[in-house]
């Protein structure tokens, strides 16, 4: 009933930019948080950044300089705009979405994932 489904990815040079979007469908109430994950081979999935209904946004150390998210909440869409990427940037992004499919009832959805490669 539910989808969240990120577009996006790809391979980029050191340097360049990436942007990635994250769409959520379905029997929707609210959206309630949206953010961005990230997991590379061997490592843990890591926080990126969120960003709540009200636009508060939060970012991870090692890109709060470089990445920025936003959202448009007519298109339940979440943007993660990356800039300056690096090669430790490398990994698999993944959206996730808590969503209120009533006035009384919030779940976590996660999306499929979309790769990120940066390299020269």
Known sequence: QVQVVESGGGLVQP??????????????FSIN???????????QRELVATITSGGSTNYADSVKDRFSIS???AKNTVYLQMNS????????????????????????YWGQ????????
């Open 71 to 73: 959202r448009d909440n």
């Open 15 to 28: 340097g360049g930019s990436l942007r990635l979007s994250c769409a959520a469908s379905g029997s929707i």
């Open 113 to 120: 994932g979309t790769q990120v490669t940066v390299s020269s």
């Open 33 to 43: 948080v949206m953010g961005w994950y990230r997991q590379a081979p061997g490592k």
């Open 85 to 108: 990427l690096k090669p430790e940037d490398t990994a698999v992004y993944y959206c996730n979405v808590i969503l209120a499919l009533s006035r009384s009832s919030a779940n976590s």
